[in-house]
């Protein structure tokens, strides 16, 4: 059964950094688009940033442009996301999600199009 676990949430003040990993266990990662997402209380899920197998190309939701990046170590079955410049609007669950790709494909940040999903974790940014 794949699984995925995430880490590095916790509290941070305001213009602080986190990186949150998302490790994967039971599968290899090269076959799959990667995505982040946060939500918080009343909210619906929100994407944050996906990575596309193989080429790797990446996603940003607007309003972390500039603030956050995603990368991924394969060989590690490992996805990172840096997160700069936090802001209390950032606050939130952050998960990671998996889906297959037999064959190469640009991700998105629709959290309807994974199968898989961590556990979450909590970033509470303070101002």
Request: with cysteine.
């Amino acid at each position: 059964q794949p699984q995925l676990v995430e880490s590095g949430g916790g509290l941070v003040q305001a213009g602080g950094s986190l990186r949150l990993s998302c490790a994967a266990s039971g599968f290899t990662l090269d076959s799959y688009n990667i995505g982040w997402f946060r939500q918080t209380p009343g909210e619906e899920r929100e994407g944050v940033s996906c990575t596309s197998r193989t080429r790797g190309g990446t996603k940003y939701v607007n309003s972390v442009k500039g603030r956050f990046s995603i990368f991924r170590e394969d060989a590690k079955s490992t996805v990172y996301l840096q997160m700069d410049s936090l802001k209390p609007e950032d606050t939130g669950v952050y998960y990671c999600a998996a889906i297959k790709m037999p064959l190469i494909r640009s991700c998105t940040l629709s959290s309807h199009e994974y199968e898989y999903y961590g556990q979450g974790t909590q970033v509470t940014v303070s101002s």
